[in-house]
Every structure is written in structure tokens, then in C-alpha cells.
């Protein structure tokens, strides 16, 4: 069974922690994504990842770093984070066929205070 | 650039009338469509896509057709129900030598009341 699987699901923390979102996929996807969703801004990519140590900037990566160490995995940090950082965090993968076409994990809601 | 765009951010109708949300698109190359739904609290995921053989995707009862020369790709019911209640994403696959991403619109939130 195809599946995106993230942790935690839910994470509240204060402003100026440090924050790790982890993301798994079992599908082998070469390509995988970190998004956040805020309310009428739809979905913001924030960073891309090719393969294992082959990452690039989303439209968004401000205030945010990540990791690929496996291809089946994919994390992502903030380091110091910031309350404009709350907000619901997606993971997705895709392969290279069928248009790239992602398949999503069940996200993680992320509130900084 | 390429991109897209999804005119309604909110569309509200009764059960039972048909559906109708507008995606249009700005694309460098030959276009591959996608719908994505998002329930409340739940991912998104593939509601379906276009092809390339000029077949029309259907899906739970939603259809949509590629159409170039007017850059759009319009998502279809004929009948809506209380459970397509939803936020729909449309989506372009960007894909630049072997590398590939998918440029979202904003969305549109269907309401279906009873």
C-alpha cells in the first residue's frame, strides 16, 4: 500500500526552539516535498528534494532548512522557529512518471507561541 | 511564467445542481493537469488528471476536460453532493530535464448545503 507518512502529527513549541518534522515515504519515490498550507494562501512549496543530498529551494524557504540522508526519508528543521512558522506542514513524493504526480502525507499542524 | 489560476475562492450551491470549477493555466510546454481534493482535516490527494490521448478523466463522479486552446481544464459534476463539500486544487506539472514539481492554484472551497 502506497503511503506518506509524517511525525508528529501535531507539535506545539515556543518561539526560539527547535523544530523537526520527519516525512517517510515506501514507495521509493526519487522526489520529495515540503509544503505548508495557511488559509487562502493554498499550498507554499518550501523545499524540494531530487534524491538522497540533492535538495532545492522551494518557492518559500525562509526560516527553514532540511535533510535527505535515505530516499525514504525526508526532514524538515527550523531552527529557532518563529510564531509566523505555525501553520499545517505536508509531505509529498512523486516519481518521475505520470507527470509527477504527488501523493501527500496526512500533515503536521505546527503552532509556535 | 507557467502557471495557475483558480478565479473562485469559494463556491457555494445546493445539493443536487451541477458543479463547475474554473482552472485556467499558463504553461512553456505541453500541459499535465491535475485536480487534487482536500476534505477538512485530511491531505490532499488525486482526484484525477489529464492524459495525453485526449481521454476525459473521471473520477467519484467528477470529470474535467483539457482544453489547449483555451488553456483550461474546468472540473465537472452534474449532480452535487453534501460530501463534495471540499477544498479542490488544480494543479500543472512543471518539469524542467529530469527533474519535475506541480505549480497548485489557490483553490477552491465548495460548499454544498442541503
Known amino acids: 500500500d502506497m503511503k506518506v507518512t509524517q511525525m508528529p502529527r501535531y507539535l506545539i513549541k515556543r518561539m526560539g526552539e527547535n523544530v523537526l518534522l520527519e516525512c517517510g515515504q515506501d514507495m521509493s519515490h526519487e522526489t520529495m516535498y515540503w509544503y505548508r498550507q495557511d488559509p487562502g494562501l493554498g499550498l507554499q512549496l518550501i523545499y524540494i528534494s531530487y534524491d538522497v543530498d540533492s535538495n532545492s529551494e522551494g518557492d518559500i524557504p525562509k526560516g527553514y532548512r532540511v535533510s535527505r540522508k535515505k530516499r525514504e526519508h525526508f526532514s524538515l528543521i527550523l531552527d529557532s522557529a518563529k510564531t509566523n512558522q505555525t501553520s499545517v506542514y505536508f509531505c509529498?513524493?512523486?516519481?518521475?512518471?505520470?507527470?509527477?504526480?504527488?501523493?501527500f502525507g496526512p500533515g503536521t499542524r505546527l503552532t509556535v507561541l | 511564467g507557467d502557471s495557475v489560476t483558480q478565479t473562485e475562492g469559494l463556491v457555494t450551491l445546493t445539493e443536487g445542481l451541477p458543479v463547475m470549477l474554473n482552472c485556467t493555466y499558463q504553461?512553456?510546454?505541453?500541459?499535465?493537469l491535475f485536480w487534487y481534493v482536500q476534505h477538512l482535516n485530511e491531505a490532499p490527494k488525486l482526484l484525477l488528471k489529464s492524459f495525453t490521448d485526449n481521454k476525459r478523466p473521471e473520477h467519484q463522479g467528477f470529470h474535467a476536460t483539457l482544453h489547449k486552446s483555451s488553456s483550461s481544464f474546468h472540473l465537472q459534476k452534474s449532480s452535487a453532493q453534501l460530501s463534495d463539500s471540499a477544498l479542490y486544487y488544480c494543479?500543472?506539472?512543471?518539469?524542467?530535464?529530469?527533474?519535475?514539481?506541480?505549480?497548485f492554484g489557490l483553490g477552491t472551497t465548495l460548499q454544498v448545503q442541503p
Open positions: 504553461s512553456t510546454y505541453s500541459p499535465f
Open positions: 494543479a500543472l506539472s512543471l518539469i524542467t530535464g529530469n527533474t519535475g514539481k506541480l505549480i
Open positions: 509529498a513524493s512523486s516519481f518521475s512518471g505520470q507527470g509527477y504526480e504527488q501523493y
